[in-house]
């Protein structure tokens, strides 16, 4: 059974969503068989890398809120991290454009590593402070889960797999997607945002009962981001 999964590496919620969509699949009595497939999504792919800015005052000006409200707010989502055991350092966030962590995603996919290179994409950028769209630091993150440094460095001086990021943000707005995590189990089930883990397992158990049927059903929705906010 195959779960294809929309996200950005600059979300909150998808790091969060991805640990209790890990949390319900560890539970499912079917695990050995799920296929997991990450698809790229930008929530602002007009950002601009800038290493000088405050995440705070980005994300004031782009939600029309103070400072202030910007910082209660990152606050609330860190809270909401360690629920999860996740330890998020906001406040050394890097201003970064994610296309190039995307590019970097898709190459991993090539080689069975999606899922591996979008956990250590998302800590250097929630929990490191790292600039994710800096090529010695993606070059590090990509030799660390197993790719080999060269093939990295050229990978990230061309454009290779851009089109392949194009192509799954393409998808996502031919299916609709407008925020994320977004989660499409078994092309019948969708769930949108980083939902608790027993909505993940319900989903889960549901699909399995039901494979080879037609069935459709709605979608699940729960916290995201989009490109409006989180």
């Known amino acids: 059974m195959k779960i294809d999964i929309w996200s950005d590496i600059r979300c909150p919620f998808c790091y969060i969503g991805k640990k209790k969509f890990e949390r319900g699949l560890e539970k499912f009595p079917g695990k050995e068989n799920i296929e997991v497939v990450w698809h790229s999504f930008e929530l602002d792919p007009t950002l601009i890398t800038d290493t000088t800015s405050s995440i705070y005052d980005y994300l004031a000006e782009r939600k029309n809120i103070t400072r202030q ?19 998020f350092n906001i406040d050394k966030s890097i201003l970064a454009n994610s296309f190039n962590d995307h590019r970097l995603v898709q190459s991993a996919k090539k080689n069975g590593l999606a899922d591996e290179a979008e956990e250590a994409l998302f800590k250097a950028y929630f929990t490191d402070g790292a600039n994710i769209d800096d090529y010695e630091t993606l070059t590090g993150i990509g030799v660390s889960i197993g790719l080999k440094q060269a093939v990295v460095r050229d990978m990230l001086k061309s454009n290779a797999f851009s089109e392949d ?15 994320v995590p977004f989660f499409v189990i078994d092309n019948k089930y969708a769930i949108s ?7 993940f397992l319900e989903v889960l158990n549901t699909a399995w009962q039901e494979i080879g049927t037609l069935k459709h059903a709605g979608v699940s929705e729960g916290e995201i981001c989009s490109a409006e906010g989180c």
Do not use: F, S, W
């Open 165 to 179: 990021v194009r192509y799954d943000q393409k998808l996502a707005g031919d299916i609709g997607i407008n925020g």
């Open 193 to 199: 945002g980083a939902q608790a883990p027993e909505n």
């Open 69 to 87: 409200q910007a910082v209660q707010m990152n606050n609330q989502v860190t809270k909401i991290a360690a629920e999860v055991d996740l330890v």
